[in-house]
């Protein structure tokens, strides 16, 4: 069996009834795989990668400054 781990909080899932799937990430030569949380954790995962979105921000200043 495959230990999963809480994307959260980094421990194992240990109880499979406790895991739940919050996400996909894409693979670059593959399938890609899933992404798990402890359910009670699911809320607390962040899903957009801060690095994507401090560039997208500067776009989006650069398009508004120049219109």
């Known amino acids: 069996m495959t230990t999963r781990v809480c994307r959260a909080c ?3 899932i240990t109880d ?3 895991g739940v799937v919050v ?3 894409a693979g ?3 399938p890609g795989w899933d992404v ?3 359910k009670a954790h699911a809320d607390d ?5 801060p690095d994507l979105l401090r560039i ?3 776009i989006w200043a650069v398009k508004a400054a120049a219109q």
């Open 36 to 38: 798990y949380a402890h």
């Open 23 to 25: 996400a996909h990430e």
């Open 45 to 49: 995962v962040e899903l957009i990668d």
């Open 10 to 12: 980094d421990e194992p």
């Open 28 to 30: 670059n030569s593959g």
């Open 56 to 58: 997208m921000i500067r």
């Open 16 to 18: 499979p009834d406790n």
